[in-house]
């Protein structure tokens, strides 16, 4: 049964059982649990702490130190040592782990009763999560709703988490057929809480266009200054780099660790896109080795060019959102 959800109503919705019913937030908060206090998770619950929504913010993770900083820092209200017990009390459970992770969690949770929960992730790619889910579940559960805060940060962990971090970002949510409608719909409201942009998209072109735009750009950079930091003349080169190297390779300070899980899980579109612009690289190779003026000089105005509509389009975005900033509307 697909629905809308109105925060001046200041209702939430919750599926039991195929049925969606009413739960009046002035009465019960609701218990959202966060598996994995890292930056992302982390940021996801402050963002919601913050937010004027009845919530109650309870977070879970291995490394007990996490949990003790999280709570520190004011993250979340409560600090969950017991996994069983922490979903027990949840309504709606985001899971927050390497992607590498995932497989191990999903079937932790297989063993629990999951009866009116609501699940969700924020994995970089789409298209491991589903394969997953359908290996132990026998298929994608319908109250897991698949989705990817298109935001981040070179730093790391539940102290760099932030409340502003996902504020004008994209969510790309990716439901499949059988997804539930009124899990879909929480899930869009608990990320515009957060002051995201939501969208929605299938998981396999998902997992396309993010290996292009996001995943490449990351790994060109990690390869750069591993290549750079191999010479044994680094000294100089990175002594005298300018502006143009630090903006370029700044993402080379990310997690190794969830970019390694990234280039593993979404293999096949990251091939794909290495593929695709080895060959653009090689063939800007041969033009300078032949001395094609034309053709180097072509190449790089088709890409400012195109830097330069994607800039527009950047510019118009954000202008639009300061409207509706100061008109005291959403910017969602």
Request: hydrophobic residues 40%.
């Given at each position: 049964?697909?629905?809308?959800?109105?925060?001046?109503l200041?209702v939430?919705?919750?599926?039991v059982e195929?049925?969606?019913?009413e739960?009046?937030?002035?009465?019960t908060?609701?218990?959202?649990l966060?598996?994995?206090?890292?930056?992302?998770?982390?940021?996801?619950?402050?963002s919601?702490?913050?937010?004027?929504?009845?919530?109650?913010l309870?977070?879970?993770?291995?490394?007990s130190?996490?949990i003790?900083?999280a709570?520190s820092?004011?993250?979340?209200?409560?600090g969950?040592?017991?996994?069983?017990s922490?979903?027990?009390?949840a309504?709606?459970?985001?899971?927050?782990?390497p992607?590498?992770?995932?497989?191990?969690l999903?079937?932790?949770?297989?063993g629990?009763?999951?009866?009116?929960?609501?699940?969700?992730d924020?994995g970089?790619?789409?298209g491991?999560?589903?394969?997953?889910?359908?290996e132990i579940?026998?298929?994608?559960p319908e109250n897991l709703?698949?989705?990817?805060?298109?935001a981040g940060?070179e730093k790391s962990?539940?102290?760099a988490?932030?409340?502003?971090?996902?504020?004008?970002?994209k969510?790309i949510?990716?439901?499949?057929?059988?997804t539930d409608?009124a899990?879909?719909?929480?899930?869009?409201?608990?990320?515009?809480?957060?002051?995201?942009?939501?969208?929605?998209?299938?998981?396999?072109r998902?997992?396309?266009?993010?290996?292009m735009?996001?995943h490449l750009?990351?790994l060109l950079a990690?390869?750069l200054?591993?290549t750079?930091a191999g010479?044994?003349?680094?000294q100089?080169?990175?002594?005298?780099?300018a502006?143009?190297f630090?903006?370029?390779?700044?993402i080379?300070?990310?997690?190794?660790?969830?970019w390694?899980d990234i280039?593993?899980?979404n293999?096949?579109?990251?091939?794909?896109?290495?593929?695709?612009?080895s060959?653009?690289?090689?063939?800007?190779?041969?033009a300078?080795?032949?001395?094609d003026?034309k053709g180097i000089l072509?190449?790089f105005e088709?890409?400012?060019?195109?830097?330069q509509?994607f800039?527009?389009?950047?510019?118009?975005?954000?202008?639009?959102n300061?409207?509706?900033e100061?008109?005291?509307?959403?910017v969602?």
């Open positions: 049964m697909p629905f809308s959800v109105d925060r001046h200041k939430v919705f919750k599926k195929r049925v969606v019913i739960q009046n937030k002035t009465g908060p609701l218990n959202i966060v598996v994995g206090l890292g930056l992302i998770g982390g940021s996801f619950a402050v919601l702490r913050e937010c004027s929504e009845n919530f109650h309870m977070g879970f993770d291995l490394r130190e996490n003790e900083e709570l820092l004011g993250i979340m209200a409560e969950c040592s017991d996994f069983e922490a979903v027990s009390k309504d709606v459970i985001l899971l927050s782990v992607m590498l992770a995932m497989p191990k999903l079937r932790q949770l297989k629990l009763d999951l009866t009116d929960k609501v699940m969700t924020v970089s790619c789409k491991s999560l589903v394969q997953a889910a359908r579940f026998g298929c994608v709703v698949p989705g990817h805060p298109i940060s962990g539940v102290t988490a932030r409340a502003g971090l996902f504020k004008n970002h969510v949510l990716t439901p499949l057929e059988n409608t899990a879909l719909s929480l899930v869009r409201h608990l990320w515009q809480c957060c002051g995201a942009q939501v969208n929605t998209m299938d998981f396999r998902h997992d396309e266009v993010l290996a735009t996001s750009p990351h990690f390869s200054v591993d750079l010479n044994p003349e680094n100089d080169i990175f002594r005298y780099a502006g143009g630090r903006d370029f390779t700044r080379a300070g990310s997690d190794p660790i969830m390694h280039a593993l899980g293999s096949e579109a990251i091939i794909s896109s290495l593929d695709q612009f060959e653009g690289l090689m063939h800007l190779r041969q300078i080795v032949e001395k003026s072509a190449s088709r890409a400012q060019s195109a830097r509509h800039a527009s389009i950047l510019e118009k975005r954000a202008h639009m300061t409207l509706d100061n008109r005291g509307g959403s969602i």
